[in-house]
């Protein structure tokens, strides 16, 4: 067996292993009660909630943890072929290579190593990505074509807006190079329309209704005010320009290569203690990757401006800061979710080069990928144990079940045997908790996550509603609750 399929293989078996057990209650929590087809999002910027509750209205289907992770798992299948067809389009040869399919896989597979497995707007927001980047790589003078982008943009629309709005400027320009007919541009808002128009039908809601009802909220909520999500961006590209930068100057002022090393891993080094401010270390792939770029720009047998495929690459390096535009996490923790266009980006620029070994790249970016996946699935789970202890079956709902911890599991029971939860079909649980109201089988009024006091009085004015209120005191609370608070320091 080669050695990409092999790490590959064993990849894969890191993910599936840990799909039925482990459960993070804060984001992880949110995504699940997004995935479920009775709970409520009034005011909704993540809309993507549309699609299971019409596939619940339609087909009766109820997606659990365990579908969800898998869902996510295949769509990366479907992700790097969509790349591989991406990396044909830009290479311009005849047929889709196994190599290529592979390298993007292992590249998006190593977004496991930051948050929980299951499914979420970050996940699907780097899929259609992929699969927009296949079709804007194509001919985009035939009408089927821009349809298809704009079902994808459509899709992203109903994951993340900004997204949505940067890659649908981003198709604009690309029609008015290649020249496209302009009257083929209203083919780009066509599918949105048609599926607003189709949840409008069925479920009575829909993105637009939404997203203005929300937006006041947002606007409310200090952590998504533009500046700050502007900094939040700019700091990525702030300690990426100095790792590329430096990396850059110390290749081209040092002449030994022994010193030249010492430097390139001191600076390496310094960068990695400066920006490492949480508990994960996948910003070293990351910050590795942009010395990568700093070196090979002095290479004279990888003159950049002479590669016929230089806007491909250029593009591909400045994707993951606009993916990680409208969002409030730090770039280097979130970053690793992106990385597969860093990959491709080196993988494009290199690969015709004097000298340039595939196995070796393959071999590299496998075994790191399997100890980021080891690291972020097993290991050092988003907010909890290590996973291994995860061993008592709980039954959330009927015929739906998870591993938890022993003492998880009580917790739960105690939860469960009371009679004011025993008599709602809703909780209220803040901040952070939206997995506690799941794991019971329950829902949320209004949200499905409640973050911090501002939100939580933007959905409720004046009182909180007659609920059990399970609290986790890491801010106040804006009302006396009707009902006194469950307290819920840790799970």
Request: charged content about 15%; some cysteine.
């Amino acid at each position: 067996m080669k050695p990409l399929y092999f790490l590959l293989f064993f990849a894969v078996i890191l993910v599936l292993g840990g799909v039925d057990r482990g459960f993070d209650i804060s984001d992880e929590g949110l995504y699940a009660l997004l995935a479920h087809p009775l709970q409520d999002n009034f005011a909704g910027i993540f809309n993507y909630d549309l699609f299971f509750k019409a596939c619940y209205k339609l087909f009766n289907l109820h997606f659990g943890l365990i579908e969800l992770r898998i869902i996510r798992l295949l769509s990366y299948f479907l992700g790097a072929f969509a790349l591989a067809v991406f990396l044909r389009n830009v290479t311009k040869a005849n047929k889709i290579q196994n190599l290529d399919f592979g390298i993007s896989l292992l590249g998006l597979l190593a977004a496991y190593a930051f948050l929980p497995q299951t499914l979420s707007y970050n996940h699907l927001s780097v899929v259609l990505t992929c699969f927009w980047l296949a079709l804007i790589s194509g001919n985009i003078q035939k009408p089927a074509v821009l349809t298809l982008l704009g079902l994808v943009l459509a899709l992203l629309a109903y994951v993340k807006i900004p997204t949505a709005v940067l890659l649908f400027l981003g198709t604009f320009i690309f029609v008015i190079l290649q020249k496209a007919p302009r009257g083929y541009l209203v083919l780009l808002l066509i599918p949105f329309v048609l599926l607003e128009l189709i949840f409008f039908y069925f479920l009575q809601s829909s993105a637009i209704q939404r997203l203005w009802s929300g937006l006041g909220l947002m606007i409310g909520r200090p952590d998504y005010a533009l500046i700050t999500l502007v900094k939040h961006t700019l700091v990525g590209v702030f300690w990426i320009g100095l790792s590329v930068g430096g990396s850059w100057m110390i290749h081209r002022l040092l002449s030994h290569k022994s010193f030249k090393f010492i430097c390139l891993f001191l600076w390496l080094s310094g960068l990695i203690w400066l920006t490492h401010i949480t508990e994960e270390w996948n910003h070293v792939a990351l910050l590795f990757t942009a010395q990568l770029f700093g070196i090979l720009g002095l290479r004279l047998d990888m003159d950049f401006w002479k590669n016929p495929a230089r806007n491909w690459i250029l593009l591909l390096a400045i994707m993951p800061f606009l993916l990680h535009f409208g969002s409030n996490v730090y770039w280097l923790r979130i970053g690793i979710h992106y990385w597969v266009f860093w990959i491709l980006a080196l993988f494009i620029w290199t690969r015709n080069t004097p000298g340039f070994q595939a196995k070796t790249l393959e071999l590299g970016l496998g075994i790191l990928t399997c100890i980021l996946i080891f690291t972020g699935v097993w290991w050092r789970p988003f907010e909890q144990k290590s996973l291994w202890n995860y061993q008592v079956n709980w039954e959330y709902l009927p015929g739906k079940s998870i591993k938890l911890m022993p003492e998880q599991v009580q917790k739960l029971k105690d939860l469960q045997s009371r009679e004011d939860i025993q008599s709602q079909q809703q909780l209220l649980a803040v901040y952070r908790i939206s997995g506690i109201p799941f794991l019971l089988g329950k829902t949320m009024p209004k949200s499905p996550g409640f973050w911090d006091e501002n939100q939580l009085k933007g959905f409720f004015l004046k009182n909180l509603p007659d609920l059990p209120l399970i609290y986790n005191p890491i801010s106040d609370l804006p009302y006396r609750p009707v009902q006194d608070p469950i307290l819920l320091t840790e799970f």
